[in-house]
């Protein structure tokens, strides 16, 4: 049971197979630092950001699965879910 004070990170596609679980519980805060948690957490994961510090191409992030997010300086509250998926992923 996660608390409610987290964040929770679900993985789908690629992500899912590279963290070896479907979701993972991370303190709220800017969506650079839940990407840092979630490479300490999921090393399969390491290098979801460029060298510049931008979300790599080859994945998406969405907040709540309402809206995608790219400005990794967007702040994730408590309670909330950040959907990570492969970029090619689709229907």
Request: glycine share 12%; aromatic share 4%.
């Amino acid at each position: 049971m996660t608390k409610s004070g987290e964040v929770i990170v679900e993985f789908f596609g690629v992500p899912r197979l590279r963290a070896g679980r479907t979701e993972l519980a991370v303190p709220p805060g800017r969506l650079a630092d839940i990407l840092t948690a979630i490479e300490h957490a999921c090393p399969g994961l390491t290098g979801l950001r460029q060298a510049d510090g931008r979300l790599s191409p080859h994945y998406l992030l969405s907040h709540d699965g309402r809206t995608f997010v790219t400005d990794l300086q967007h702040e994730i509250p408590p309670g909330s879910r950040v959907l990570l998926l492969s970029a090619d992923a689709g229907g």
